[in-house]
């Protein structure tokens, strides 16, 4: 993956981006379409069923645990 793409945080009212936030890191949401559903889901996404399973999306670091990412 292409750290140098411009992302954003798809979680609703996020607005981190790679411009506004530089320094802050993006998680790529899985395109496994199963996986996928359950991260919108849990962002609150009302669109899951609408978004594709192809396109980049990505979740900020703002939304995850650190202590849980990190071993």
């Known amino acids: 993956m292409n750290s140098s793409y411009y992302k954003y945080c798809i979680v609703p009212q996020c607005k981190s981006t790679t411009i ?3 320094n802050k890191q993006f998680v790529y949401v899985p ?3 199963q996986i996928r559903k359950k991260w919108l889901k849990l962002a609150r996404r009302d669109d899951v069923h609408s ?3 192809n396109s980049r999306m990505y979740f900020c670091a703002d939304h995850f645990d650190a202590t849980l990412v990190t071993s």
């Open 20 to 22: 506004k936030t530089p």
């Open 51 to 53: 978004l594709s399973t």
């Open 31 to 33: 395109n496994n379409k």
